[in-house]
């Protein structure tokens, strides 16, 4: 059974940054494609960055390009999601998910419904 925890959240001023960090159990992390997603109140959960399971294809949302930053160490078995000039808007329950895969997939998926399994959310909030 794979175990994701996410941890690193908190409340920071506009313009600061956060590293939010997934661990994951269970299983090498090169099994699983993984995504971060958000979900702030009244919304609809949102992908923000994906990664392949080999970690050589990424994606980013828009809203996040040029801050948002999607990492991983396999030898932690850790995903992490480094945010920098954050906003106001980027308040919201932050989410790793990952979607189980062949080790030749070499894709991502923004989907929230293809993935398999999900942390518990990390709470981010940014001040004006």
């Known amino acids: 059974q794979v175990r994701l925890v996410e941890s690193g959240g908190g409340l920071v001023q506009a313009g600061a940054s956060l590293r939010l960090s997934c661990a994951v159990s269970g299983r090498t992390i090169s099994s699983y494609a993984m995504g971060w997603f958000r979900q702030a109140p009244g919304k609809e959960r949102e992908i923000i960055t994906a990664i392949s399971n080999s970690g050589g294809t990424i994606y980013y949302a828009d809203s996040v390009k040029g801050r948002f930053a999607i990492s991983r160490d396999t030898a932690k078995n850790t995903l992490y999601l480094q945010m920098n000039s954050l906003k106001p808007e980027d308040t919201a329950v932050y989410f790793c998910?990952?979607?189980?895969?062949?080790?030749?997939?070499?894709?991502?998926?923004?989907?929230?419904?293809?993935?398999?399994?999900w942390g518990q959310g990390t709470q981010v909030t940014v001040s004006s």
């Open positions: 998910a990952a979607k189980a895969v062949p080790l030749r997939s070499g894709s991502y998926w923004r989907e929230a419904r293809e993935y398999n399994y």
